[in-house]
């Protein structure tokens, strides 16, 4: 079993829809959660950081359920725009510092 | 702000061959990452520097993959000699501190094994 596991999707959605992604990981001692953003053939970048009371920014909420060991993402109103593989990365203690650990991502397709 | 470098953006070489990647990290930046992607998978870390130690190398094939940082800013990621299934796309990204700050990537250096 992966670490970290994501639906791999495609998720294909219209224009405006509101649209939901978990990731669940397997090392309870996992400390610190993020969701990144990669466009095809591009390098991935933040989207937003994943805090234990949840955080929103704009159209995007995430949230962290740490009793369960997932997190979430929810697109509101989506844009074309929004395309996109999301990739859920979760940081753990690891021997002199943590470790990253990225997911397979999931993949968005928005539809006009 | 200059982001992460990376160079060559893109190499084919035949199996067997050696190759080697570039990276110079954002200025500043105490942590270096080398990932290797394939296609359809998310990034896998091979190699985490803090400054010029290795954090990190645990997936990193150490039969033909070799990685340094000289003076805690650049990097070279080898690999000596290439097999088919190391295609894939060499991602380097650089953090402030640690592995809980956020990652900034560089735009890959994409590797084709014939």
């Known amino acids: 079993r992966k670490e970290v596991e994501q639906d791999p999707g495609p998720f294909n959605v219209p224009e405006g829809a509101t649209v939901a992604f978990n990731c669940t990981y397997s090392n309870s001692a996992s400390q610190s959660f993020f969701w990144y953003r990669q466009d095809c053939r591009k390098e991935p970048k933040l989207l937003m950081s994943?805090?234990?009371s949840g955080n929103e920014d704009g159209r995007f909420t995430a949230q962290l359920n740490r009793a369960s060991q997932y997190i979430s993402l929810l697109i509101r109103d989506s844009k074309l725009s929004d395309s996109a593989t999301y990739l859920c990365?979760?940081?753990?203690?690891?021997?002199?510092?943590?470790?990253?650990?990225f997911g397979a991502g999931t993949r968005l397709f928005v539809k006009a | 702000e200059a982001g992460v470098a990376q160079s060559p953006r893109y190499k084919i070489i035949e199996k067997r061959q050696s190759v080697a990647f570039w990276c110079n990290p954002i200025s500043g930046h105490a942590t270096l990452y080398w990932y290797q992607q394939i296609l359809g998978q998310g990034p896998k870390l091979l190699i985490q520097?803090?400054?010029?130690?290795?954090?990190?190398d645990s997936q990193l094939p150490k039969d033909r993959f070799s990685a340094e940082r000289l003076k805690g800013v650049d990097s070279t990621l080898k690999i000596q000699p290439a097999k088919l299934e190391d295609s894939a796309v060499y991602l380097c990204?650089?953090?402030?501190?640690?592995?809980?700050?956020?990652?900034?990537f560089g735009p890959g250096t994409r590797l084709t094994v014939l």
């Open positions: 990365v979760v940081n753990r203690g690891n021997t002199g510092g943590f470790k990253t650990i």
């Open positions: 990204a650089s953090s402030l501190r640690d592995g809980t700050d956020t990652q900034y």
């Open positions: 520097f803090q400054n010029n130690g290795v954090v990190d």
């Open positions: 994943v805090y234990s």
